[in-house]
């Protein structure tokens, strides 16, 4: 062979070996460039639009290709994508707290428990941090924090002749009943989102955990059947039927249209998400400015619990960018980010020490005092078949709380239920 014919097979060897092992096939370029694809609920998800053009400045070797849905077809995107390959696959998804158990015991989701740092655990919000944990793993990083947070009309309950929102339900009771005789609210003291929806099991969730409750015990066996979850079930049960302190209703309404009774001044409570805050300080709103925040009733006057509705986001196993992917997930949760967040799109921010942030209290007024809410929480039941149990779950509740079936046999059914939801894939 010639010098000049092994020069030119040398030629095309190095070509071939550049357009084929240094390709942009799996998201890369020839320039070591990654691409990495995100699907988002569409929750903040154009103030996480605006991020991803900051974290792309700050990592050039970055691109990021963001998708976002109705929260309603998340998950069944997420299902499908999940055993799909190439440009139907992702590396980041949005994780809603009650599908950890099922995504993680299908290994959908990547465990990221050597990632998460002992700073962490100390400054997040326990209540944030814990969404993301199955088991003895965590599996992502949390994005926001949300709660059923209490509202009250603090100019009707001074009407009424009362400083200080109720501390226990049967203060709730009391105070109810005074208001409505009084004629200060329109009907009922409240109305609640009990219709059957997912909504429904997170206020069963509110009222378990102020009882004193839980949904299932430290090994993960469901125990809400216990004597706080009938009295909590019991009350909830009373308050439409027999006291009539809670619009009958309520068990036709979903935790959005609560909202207009109150913003109208017809209800003098309501229990619901943070967004609820800048809804009734909007400028056209009849009662701006004489809205406050409380902590939650309890039974004792101690267990202040209410049910959280967050969400996080996690890598996944088929990701070829793992390490991308997790840079992207930390630069959303980080310090900086979440406080943007917060004072742009209204999120609670994860970090405990930015509810005390100077500048995020002047622009929310009530940050602080759901701040110590989230201190006191309750998450619904991390089931690997939980969206199955929950459907069914809100069909029993609703029986009850329509006076057709006894609180204690719909909680004995709804368990073994849940226990059937617990049950590994492989089994």
């Known amino acids: 062979m010639t010098m000049k014919k092994l020069l030119s097979l040398l030629f095309v060897l190095v070509l071939i070996f550049v357009t084929t092992g240094c390709s942009s096939g799996n998201g890369s370029d020839g320039n070591g460039k990654v691409t990495i694809r995100v699907l988002s609920s569409d929750d903040f998800a154009d103030f996480r639009k605006e991020a991803v053009k900051e974290f792309e400045k700050e990592n050039p070797n970055i691109k990021v290709n963001f998708e976002s849905v109705a929260y309603d077809q998340l998950h069944d995107k997420e299902l499908a994508s999940f055993n799909a390959s190439g440009d139907a696959s992702y590396d980041v998804v949005d994780v809603d707290e009650m599908w950890t158990a099922e995504y993680a015991d299908s290994a959908f989701i990547q465990p990221v428990t050597d990632k998460i740092t002992d700073s962490m655990k100390k400054e997040l919000v326990p209540a944030s941090l814990n969404i993301t944990k199955y088991k003895n793993d965590y599996y992502g990083f949390p994005m926001f924090n ?3 947070f209490f509202y009250y009309n603090e100019d009707m309950l001074k009407k009424a002749g009362y400083n200080a929102p109720p501390s226990t339900w049967n203060e709730f009771t009391e105070m109810s009943k005074k208001l409505q005789s009084k004629g200060i609210t329109k009907g009922p ?12 099991v ?3 969730g509110e009222f378990l955990g102020s009882f004193g409750g839980q949904f299932l015990d430290n090994n993960g066996k469901p125990v809400f059947n216990s004597k706080e979850g009938v009295q909590a079930l019991q009350y909830m049960r009373d308050s439409i039927l027999k006291d009539k302190i809670i619009a ?16 109208n001044g017809k209800t003098a409570f309501v229990s619901g998400w943070s967004f609820y805050w800048n809804e009734l300080n909007a400028d056209d709103s009849p009662v701006k400015g004489k809205v ?5 009733p309890s ?3 101690s267990e202040h619990k209410t049910a959280t509705g967050s969400m996080y986001l996690a890598v996944t196993p088929q990701s070829e960018h793992q390490d991308a992917a997790w840079k992207f997930i930390k630069f959303l949760g980080s310090k900086k980010i979440q406080k943007e967040q917060s004072l742009k799109a209204g999120a609670l921010p994860v970090w405990q020490d930015l509810y005390k942030d100077p500048e995020l209290k002047k622009n929310h007024p009530a940050l602080e005092d759901m701040g110590k809410q989230l201190q006191y929480t309750i998450s619904r039941p991390s089931l690997i078949g939980y969206n199955e149990f929950s459907k069914d779950f809100q069909i029993i509740l609703q029986q009850v709380l329509l006076g057709k079936k006894d609180p204690k046999k719909a909680l004995d059914e709804a368990v073994k239920k849940a226990k059937s939801a617990s049950k590994p894939t492989n089994q």
């Open 146 to 148: 949300d709660t059923y």
């Open 202 to 204: 997170g206020y069963f």
């Open 292 to 296: 406050k925040v409380g902590l939650v």
């Open 299 to 301: 039974a004792n006057g």
């Open 189 to 200: 003291a409240s109305a609640w989102g009990w219709g059957a929806s997912e909504g429904l």
């Open 248 to 263: 009958d209703a309520s068990t036709g309404y979903n935790d959005r249209q609560i909202l207009d009774a109150f913003k």
